[in-house]
């Protein structure tokens, strides 16, 4: 089952990335994902107790592999 967040409230949320974009709801993988994915950068936010957790320490890596050490 998808996240169910106040609309109000995700429209005030903000990815902490530079682009400060909007957050949707799910994953493009999986609409009903209990995560928060940004619509610029792509990283997704878990979503604990119906809190978004959103640190970009804890975003999970873009495309589900994980970061790779360009140098
Ligand atoms: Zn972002």
Redesign the pocket.
Known sequence: MAVQLDPQLLEIL????????P?RVGSPDDPSADVLT??????RFPVVDGIPVLLLEE?LPVGGTAPRDDG
Not at 14 to 21: G, L, N
Not at 38 to 43: N, Q, T
Request: glycine residues 6%; hydrophobic residues 25%.
């Open positions: 903000a990815c902490p990335c530079d682009e400060h974009a957050l940004c619509s610029s950068c792509g990283r975003a």
